[in-house]
């Protein structure tokens, strides 16, 4: 079999989870800005006031826990967590992959992936960079028994190893086409073996924290407040252009705003889209929008009653006025999601004339309040149930949307009582699988279009801590999407994947909701010219600059 490419993949495309929970998360929108070396002064903050871009100050629309993104494996944790630490290989503006910790790299069988370690690389702690540092930061996720948030993406893996110390050798039990995504930022997060030994369980934590090679380290956290960050003068990707970078955990809206337009804060993640006209108007501020291959999506427990019944699904489904929630509480800031992956996220895989055949084909299930009183007719809770759907603080946008359902469903008898948690709540919950339906809400880490397809549809990933929250076991669509990860050619994958989702749809485990844009606001001095899909996804503040 041929090598991949020594640089980088040239196929493009979807997702990154968010972790999973992706949330996988993980979970929302992020945010940038940059300025000069050292200090440097604007032609005066939001409140008139000049300011030092020596510090950069950012909003956090929510609070995180822990540092560590395999622990809690949200999508703030990884805005903080990317500026301290890095992948073997990273994921371009374009959602291919290119290098980071790993200058080149190559698949030398189906089954085999050897990845050359840059030189010249060190730690923040000023110690260099090995092939057994890689190897240790694999182990964590890899191992037996690893409770790792990372740990389903190496299931496959049979043994890791150091050729010495500048090449790592990672050997698969069976074939995976999509695995050259897995050590990348979504799912690996290196650090030395050194600090995993002497840190152990206090890793994240604000005695541990966490080490990497990026451009920036730790120099405190307080989990109900904020992160400060150093620069790390050593990184081999150049001097960052902020001295330090204080990340506050802001979870009102208003509030952020406020701090905008007093000068206190120069970036604000996660701008709701009923404010976004607020925000342009603020002197100096520049707010920028992009698609953020973002899902969100309802998620019905199969396993758990009355969810189990196909016409209680099909019900909820046709309750959902998706085109509604897009037009009033997304002003139009996002796109009526008919499937789990975005159609933009196919490139290299299918054509755009396949996608559009294949999105043609899924079994949707529109907005008609007459079918969903049918279906429930027909189920085996005719005269209506209640529930519970939780979604997390730092999006309201969630819960509106929860709300129009919860309206929507007590006119066909069913009662939803929608509760807004702690973001550390809602990702706790999605993992334990105990509640009959869920709001999912995902970002992708990776430019592969099989990511949120085999997190949320394979039967594999069922169970606690699993990424599949529906509890969805399909034998056939497990098995089409198991030949995927074994096959190489690019085209059969595509459609195997594509079968898998019309077999899945007609099941209703999920009824996708969205397809997201991020809302990042810049204040005055901070620019982001490069803003897209994946500008978090790696050190996201060495690529900002100075605006005038």
């Known amino acids: 079999m041929a090598d991949l490419p020594d640089v980088a993949l040239t196929r493009r495309s979807l997702l990154r989870s968010i972790a999973i929970v992706g949330g996988l998360a993980a979970v929302p929108a992020l945010v940038t800005a940059c300025g ?32 560590d993104a395999s622990k809690e494996a949200g999508i703030m944790n990884y805005v903080v967590a990317l500026l301290c630490q890095e992948a073997l290989v990273g994921v371009g503006q374009d959602g291919s992959l290119q290098p980071a910790l790993a200058e ?17 690389v060190t730690f923040a702690d000023g110690t260099p960079l090995t092939a057994d540092d890689i190897v240790a930061s694999l182990d964590l996720h890899a191992k037996k028994g690893s409770t790792s948030a990372f740990a389903y993406a190496y299931a496959n893996v049979d043994k890791i190893e150091a050729g010495g110390p500048a090449e790592v050798t990672i050997t698969l039990k069976q074939p995976d086409a999509s695995f050259a995504w897995t050590p990348s930022p979504g799912t690996l997060l290196v650090t030395s073996r050194k600090f995993i030994e002497a840190t152990g369980q206090d890793i994240g934590t604000p005695t541990g924290k966490i080490l990497g090679t990026g451009p920036y380290r730790v120099a405190e956290f307080a989990p109900d407040s904020h992160v400060t960050l150093e620069r790390n003068d050593a990184w081999w990707g150049g001097k960052a252009p902020y001295r330090q970078i204080r990340l506050d955990f802001i979870p009102e809206e208003s509030t952020r705003l406020l701090a905008m337009r007093g000068g206190s804060v120069d970036v604000a993640l996660n701008v709701p889209a009923e404010q976004i006209d607020q925000w342009k108007a603020v002197s100096g501020v ?74 043609e084909s899924i079994p949707q299930y529109g907005f008609d309040l007459a079918k969903a009183r049918a279906e429930l007719a027909q189920s085996s809770v005719p005269g209506g149930f209640s529930d519970v759907l939780t979604y997390p603080g730092s999006g309201p946008q969630l819960g509106r949307a929860a709300l129009t359902l919860a309206q929507n469903l007590k006119t066909i008898g069913i009662t939803l009582e929608v509760k807004e948690v702690p973001l550390e709540q809602w990702i706790a919950e999605l993992g334990k699988h105990a509640s009959g339906v869920y709001l999912g809400w995902y970002f992708a880490t990776t430019g592969d279009p099989s990511e949120y397809i085999q997190q949320l549809l394979n039967g594999a990933f069922v169970g606690e801590n699993g990424s599949n929250i529906a509890e969805y076991a399909d034998d056939e669509v497990t098995g089409l999407l198991d030949q995927a990860k074994k096959g190489t050619d690019e085209a059969v994958r595509g459609k195997l994947l594509g079968e898998a989702l019309v077999k899945a749809a007609a099941d209703v485990p999920y009824q996708p909701l969205w397809w997201g844009e991020a809302a990042t606001a810049f204040g005055p001095g901070v620019g982001a010219a490069d803003f897209g899909p994946y500008f978090f996804v790696g050190p996201w503040a060495a690529k900002l600059s100075t605006r005038s």
Do not use: C
Request: net charge positive; glycine share 8%; aromatic share 6%.
């Open 286 to 359: 520049e707010l920028k929008t992009a698609s953020d291959r973002s899902l969100v999506t309802l998620a019905f427990n199969t396993a758990k009653k009355p969810w189990d019944d196909i016409h209680v699904r099909r019900a909820v489904a046709h309750a959902v006025d998706r085109d509604g929630i897009v037009r009033s509480v997304l002003r139009g800031h996002g796109q009526v999601a008919t499937t789990v992956t975005d159609p933009a996220q196919w490139g290299g895989v299918l054509g755009e004339a396949e996608v559009k055949s294949l999105y």
């Open 36 to 67: 000069s070396d050292g200090p440097a002064a604007t032609s005066g903050d939001a409140g008139g006031a000049a300011k030092s871009l020596d510090v950069l100050k950012v909003a956090l629309p929510s609070s995180i826990s822990s540092l």
């Open 104 to 120: 080149s790299w190559s698949r030398k069988d189906p089954k085999t992936y050897v990845y050359k370690i840059r030189s010249g």
